[in-house]
């Protein structure tokens, strides 16, 4: 057995559903012009982190010197089945997008790569170096994703493996040791074209670019400020995140739900009580979404969300 199989059984072992290795060069030309021309483009909206650390976000070995490897880690998310319950039609609620109704993923996924590398220091030996990397790591995951077998970059600019669908988080080691590399998967969206029908928004454009200034997920997470009213009109009672794209996709119909048992779901978080959610303290806040994506959002923000669905729900 190769080393790089024993590294994949262990990812496996971990909890991870995916797992492919790539080398550490960069991204190639094609990706790089496509990268950079979405940021000129202002596509990127308010995300200015976006515009730093452009030769790190394309070059692995840009943040750990000396890098060989690439191994691409993948976590599926899909929420198991609900019973449906009856609804309250006199308490007003909105939804929370798939991804935010678990555990930080951010944590989770950081704590099973660290147990990654000790596990390979103990079968390559000492001297080797790694580089963890969970979405705030200016990397551009996808895209390496991809070239490391996971799956394919689809009309709706996710990460799409033809098994699991579209609902997956990543996560990366860079390290200095080299490794047998995987080859990229040869699915694509053919002739498809649901993820862009059933955007509420128009963000994902006909000629296949991403305008995040338009998408429901930008707006509801990372823009500040008052959102446009036109925009505001179409967020509907999507509180935080969209999936509509996600959902649409055929590649998700299929898919298998969250395997993992220690990723911890939170059913009681698909929708929220938007006047609880507007009568919260800033101490309530941060008890109430300690460990879960939405404490990135911040109160102020979360309120601003709130009260565009519920003016939304009212009309």
């Excluded at 993923?105 to 030996?125: D, E, N, P, V, W």
């Amino acid at each position: 057995m190769t080393l790089a199989k024993d590294i994949k059984l262990k990812a496996i072992e971990l909890g991870f559903d995916l797992v492919g290795i790539t080398d550490a060069s960069a991204l190639n030309t094609e990706q790089v012009e496509l990268l950079t021309g979405w940021l000129k483009a202002g596509c990127a909206g308010q995300m200015n982190y976006m515009h730093k650390n452009l030769e790190k976000r394309i070059d692995p070995t840009k943040l750990l010197k000396n890098a060989q490897s690439l191994i691409c880690l993948g976590l599926n998310y899909k929420p198991p089945k609900q019973k449906p319950k009856p609804p309250d039609h006199t308490v007003p609620t909105a939804t929370v997008a798939n991804y935010a109704q678990y555990e930080d993923y951010h944590l989770f996924i950081k704590k099973r790569l660290r147990k990654l590398t000790g596990f390979i220091t103990s079968i390559a030996g000492q001297g080797l170096q790694f580089k963890i990397c969970v979405d705030s790591v200016p990397l551009t995951e996808r895209a390496f994703a991809a070239r490391a077998g996971l799956g394919f970059i689809g009309k709706n600019h996710m990460l799409i493996n033809p098994k699991l669908g579209c609902q997956i988080t990543l996560g990366e080691v860079i390290t200095t040791l080299k490794l047998q590399t995987d080859e990229p998967i040869t699915a694509d969206c053919s002739n498809c074209d649901k993820c862009i029908d059933a955007c509420p928004t128009g963000a994902l454009r006909p000629d296949g670019q991403f305008d995040a200034n338009k998408c429901i997920s930008y707006l509801t997470i990372e823009y500040e400020g008052r959102i446009p009213p036109a925009l505001a009109e179409k967020i509907g009672d999507r509180l935080f995140g969209c999936d509509e794209c996600v959902l649409a996709c055929p590649y998700q119909q299929n898919a298998p739900a969250c395997k993992n048992k220690e990723f911890k779901f939170y059913s009681d978080r698909a929708k929220l009580d938007l006047h609880q959610i507007l009568n919260l303290t800033q101490e309530d806040f941060e008890a109430k979404f300690a460990d879960s994506p939405i404490k990135r959002l911040g109160l102020e923000r979360l309120k601003r969300n709130a009260q565009i669905c519920l003016e939304n729900l009212k009309k």
